[in-house]
């Protein structure tokens, strides 16, 4: 697997001003940016997101899990 691939599964559907929910009614966040590096330390990538419910904003490298992890809405694009 390359990197690149390794960072798309950890990334999974999340892209930049979309909306998920971290387990079953647990809390809402935003995506604000997404570095998909390389980056020279670790983490080697990392997603910045604002929780809802407060306003914090925490940059992370948790990865997507299917299992856990819910889309709410995705950003619509202009046509």
Known sequence: ???EEFVN???GPRVV???Y???AG???YEVVEIDRGPRATW???QITLRWLSDGRVLTDCTGWDDRRDTVVSQPTTAG
């Open 43 to 45: 983490p080697s990538w």
């Open 26 to 28: 647990g809390e809402e």
């Open 1 to 3: 697997m390359t990197f």
């Open 9 to 11: 599964l950890q990334v």
């Open 17 to 19: 001003g979309g909306r």
């Open 21 to 23: 929910q971290l387990g």
